[in-house]
Antibody
Framework: EVQLVQSGAEVKKPGESLKISCKGS????????IGWVRQMPGKGLEWMGI????????RYSPSFQGQVTISADKSISTAYLQWSSLKASDTAMYYC?????????????????WGQGTLVTVSS | QSALTQPASVSGSPGQSITISCTGT?????????VSWYQQHPGKAPKLMIY???NRPSGVSNRFSGSKSGNTASLTISGLQAEDEADYYC???????????FGGGTKLTVL
């Protein structure tokens, strides 16, 4: 069974750094793109970026380029989303999700498997 | 403002059919057959319902169907059930540097 298990909720202060994780299991972690999706309170889904763990090829939405860093450690089947300096506006639920199809060529065939979400709260 | 436009809300009675639209441009919806639809219940992660415009993943009810005409994609739910009440999001590949964009979401109410 494919599973994506995300790290727990975080409460941080503005200016602090943070790295949240997404551990994949039940499939070949290096063969599928994993993306990150933001959902601000009461709002819709936003595509942040995506990584291919096999070779760490990473793409970002321009809205998030330079604001976050997406990475992966294939030795422990885990993808990461990190911030160097959080803002109150980063308060949101963050989901990782795996593309339906495999392969290093980016083929946007939908996110079929999702993590449970990590709630990040940034408040002074 | 979302790149893809969806109605904020739709409603229908049990047993009826409803359609949710998702309007983009020739750079996204109209240019590629890479439209997906997601269902999200409150407090839950989204669930993929349709991919590649009209394909259903294994396990998704055949009451859900997708189509596209020009720059507008549509999700149709037939035989509405109470459990279908949720938020629905479309997404599409885009030739812009964004790569993929979501619609603003549609809240479906089953009356």
């Amino acid at each position: 069974e494919v599973q994506l298990v995300q790290s727990g909720a975080e409460v941080k202060k503005p200016g602090e750094s943070l790295k949240i994780s997404c551990k994949g299991s039940g499939y070949s972690f290096t063969s599928y793109w994993i993306g990150w999706v933001r959902q601000m309170p009461g709002k819709g889904l936003e595509w942040m970026g995506i990584i291919y763990p096999g070779d760490s090829d990473t793409r970002y939405s321009p809205s998030f380029q330079g604001q976050v860093t997406i990475s992966a450690d294939k030795s422990i089947s885990t993808a990461y989303l990190q911030w160097s300096s959080l803002k109150a506006s980063d308060t949101a639920m963050y989901y990782c999700a795996r593309l339906r199809g495999s392969g290093s060529y980016y083929n946007p065939v939908g996110f079929q498997h999702w993590g449970q979400g990590t709630l990040v709260t940034v408040s002074s | 403002q979302s790149a893809l436009t969806q109605p904020a809300s739709v409603s229908g009675s049990p047993g009826q059919s409803i359609t949710i639209s998702c309007t983009g441009t020739s750079s996204d919806v109209g240019g590629y057959n890479y439209v997906s639809w997601y269902q999200q219940h409150p407090g839950k992660a989204p669930k993929l319902m349709i991919y590649d415009v009209s394909n259903r993943p294994s396990g998704v009810s055949n009451r859900f169907s997708g189509s596209k005409s020009g720059n507008t994609a549509s999700l149709t739910i037939s035989g509405l059930q109470a459990e279908d009440e949720a938020d629905y999001y479309c997404s599409s590949y885009t030739s812009s540097s964004t790569l993929e964009v979501f619609g603003g979401g549609t809240k479906l109410t089953v009356l």
